[in-house]
């Protein structure tokens, strides 16, 4: 069992944040002794899953409602399902946005490399638009397309 200070601690989460959370009902068997809150590896899982969430764009709302579908049991396996599977697109859409991005910063990063090393940017734009080493080539071509 874990104290709210301990949780906060452990997982980077502000302790007002873990009260919103208990209050919305998101701890249906948190245990508590007097006033303090005693967290289970139970509640645990459920934070690490309910950070998982917003991280993957859900608001709060769609994160209870997924909650829901849990207490209600087997008959909502589908809606769950479909929730993580959803998420799971929108979520590899982002990262191949961000690694075309990131492409984008690694070929501007050699470019300029080497127009600093050659004094200018004649001989890149020699090299422009298909024949780059191969390296910077591959960057040029994911985050040109």
């Not at 289970?40 to 409602?65: N, P, R, V, W």
């Not at 050699?110 to 090299?127: P, V």
């Amino acid at each position: 069992m874990y104290t709210i200070g301990q949780v906060s601690e452990m997982l980077g989460i502000p302790i007002s944040t873990l009260r919103y959370y208990d209050k919305e009902g998101f701890f249906p068997k948190l245990k508590r002794s007097g006033n303090i809150r005693q967290f289970s590896d139970t509640e645990l899982e459920a934070l690490k899953l309910i950070e998982c969430l917003k991280k993957s764009g859900l608001e709060i709302k769609e994160i209870k409602q997924f909650f829901q579908w849990v207490e209600e049991g087997p008959a909502t396996y589908g809606k769950r399902k479909e929730l993580f599977e959803h998420r799971r697109e929108v979520m590899e859409q982002q990262i191949q946005s961000l690694e075309k991005s990131l492409a984008m910063l690694r070929f501007k990063c050699w470019y300029y490399d080497t127009a600093m090393k050659d004094g200018n940017e004649d001989r890149i734009h020699e090299m422009l638009p298909n024949h780059l080493p191969e390296e910077i080539q591959a960057l040029y071509d994911l985050s040109h397309h």
